[in-house]
């Protein structure tokens, strides 16, 4: 049984106003553990403790200093531009008694606190009123943040590495540890794979020609990833930023889409019911350019077909090698469970490609 953990105790290492009336569950995340800590009378904020999950993000130091870095600097851009509750419209993160961000407890947990935002809520549906605000709202994000001359790290290192999700699975089919590799199913897939493998590496090579640059960016953008405000239902900022680094904007633009633009769950087996979402597409491009276009380079812009096509394709690759290994890394309900997943994004991605002239003419109206 796991020890009852002494939230007081934690809490009393940080700076708070007001004392601590109850600590509660919040939300259903899946990687950190998130409490709201009540306080006591009206003229006290109410806060958000979580457990930093280390087992994923191994360098809280990093991470604390990527999050601090980042909320500081939106801060700053929301006072020059004058904007109104400001508290409201960024994150914000409380120091403990030794002046970090973070407090490691006695068994060896990390927690961090911010201030709770009132009013305010995350949605789940996608459809394109939800999507056009998304895309608007990570477009802005990542303009805020395009000056930003503090240094980050890579919370997760080669997190949307391309060549190295490519590397993994010619291993494992190599060594073919679960003997699946003669499989039907997978020697289609594998076909698939390899005939578009090199296409979709383009990515790190623009890069290392010094054509792509690098700009930090959210790597997780979802719907629930916003928070709105609970009257107007308008976003208000972003959240769940530990996964916030240095990567290419085809992070933030292609993922979203890999999600929201697939009209079917990623691990339905129906594959003739996978397509790609064109509306959805729309609404998000159309509001991601509305607030990205300006600062965007000519091979972003030009690239961001292929940054629709990147996510479904680099998915499959992924469910594929954990399939080939054993399913070590997803968990799996059957024992084809990820085979399914992989067969699904590959289906989502030649769904993709099949409106690349598409998504490039509705790019190009919207830019020029």
Request: hydrophobic letters at 40%; aromatic letters at 10%; one cysteine or more.
């Amino acid at each position: 049984m796991q020890p009852v953990t002494d939230y007081t105790s934690i809490l009393s290492h940080f700076l708070i106003e007001g004392t601590v009336d109850r600590v509660q569950p919040l939300g259903n995340g899946l990687i950190n553990d998130t409490l709201k800590v009540t306080t006591a009378g009206a003229d006290s904020p109410d806060y958000v403790l979580q457990r930093i999950n280390n087992a994923v993000f191994k360098d809280v130091d990093l991470l604390q200093h990527n999050i601090d870095a980042v909320t500081e600097h939106i801060r700053k851009k929301l006072i020059e531009q004058n904007e109104t509750d400001i508290d409201r419209k960024v994150l914000r993160f409380v120091k403990t008694d030794e002046g970090k961000s973070y407090f490691r407890d006695s068994i060896g947990n990390f927690w961090r606190l911010s201030v709770f935002i009132p009013g305010s809520l995350t949605l789940e549906r996608v459809d394109p009123e939800t999507s056009y605000e998304a895309g608007k709202t990570f477009g802005q994000f990542e303009g805020m943040l395009s000056d930003l001359q503090e240094p980050l790290g890579e919370t997760i290192p080669d997190f949307h590495n391309m060549e190295l999700r490519a590397r993994q699975l010619h291993e494992v089919a190599a060594a073919d540890p679960m003997g699946r590799v003669g499989e039907p199913a997978v020697v289609d897939l594998l076909h698939d794979m390899e005939a578009d493998m090199q296409e979709m590496c383009k990515a790190e090579r623009l890069y290392r020609e010094g054509l792509l640059p690098k700009r930090i960016c959210h790597c997780d953008t979802k719907v629930n990833n916003m928070l709105y405000d609970a009257d107007s239902r308008k976003p208000l900022c972003v959240i769940d930023l530990d996964t916030v680094m240095p990567s290419f904007i085809f992070s933030d633009y292609g993922d979203f889409l890999r999600t929201a633009a697939n009209t079917v769950a990623e691990d339905c087996p129906e594959l003739s019911s996978v397509a790609f979402r064109t509306d959805i597409f729309k609404a998000f491009t159309q509001g991601y350019l509305e607030s990205a276009n300006w600062f965007l380079t000519p091979v972003e812009r030009d690239h961001l077909p292929f940054a629709v096509a990147l996510f479904p394709f680099m998915q499959s690759v992924r469910f594929l090698w954990d399939y080939l290994n054993g399913d070590k890394y997803w968990k799996v309900k059957y024992p084809t469970h990820n085979l399914v997943r992989a067969q699904n994004q590959m289906a989502l991605y030649k769904s993709v490609k099949a409106h690349d002239k598409e998504m490039a003419d509705f790019i190009d109206k919207i830019v020029r």
